[in-house]
């Protein structure tokens, strides 16, 4: 309940940190988070994205799904990660 209440914040991110990219791609969708350490170490976010499959796209695999949702972040974020380094998690 608490959660709920004090949903995450997105923060700017800060040139001199690495970002950090995370993915997931389901059945029927892509869903991208963008987010960098902060001083005391926690990880906040900076980006959400998400999109639904066209219909083609739900016969890929699961490996197709999830290298779809790493392009579509790659694409949708490229100004964030141009001049920085980002994990891919």
Do not use: G, W
């Amino acid at each position: 309940k608490r959660f709920l209440l004090s949903p995450p914040t997105l923060m700017p991110p800060k040139l001199d940190r690495p970002l950090i990219l995370y993915s997931r791609a389901t059945d029927v969708s892509l869903a991208c988070m963008l987010a960098q350490e902060d001083d005391n170490k926690r990880e906040r976010v900076i980006y959400f994205i998400s999109r639904t499959l066209l219909d083609y796209e739900t016969r890929y695999t699961q490996a197709e799904r999830e290298c779809l949702a790493i392009v579509f972040a790659t694409k949708r974020l490229r100004h964030y990660m141009l001049n920085q380094e980002t994990k891919v998690m």
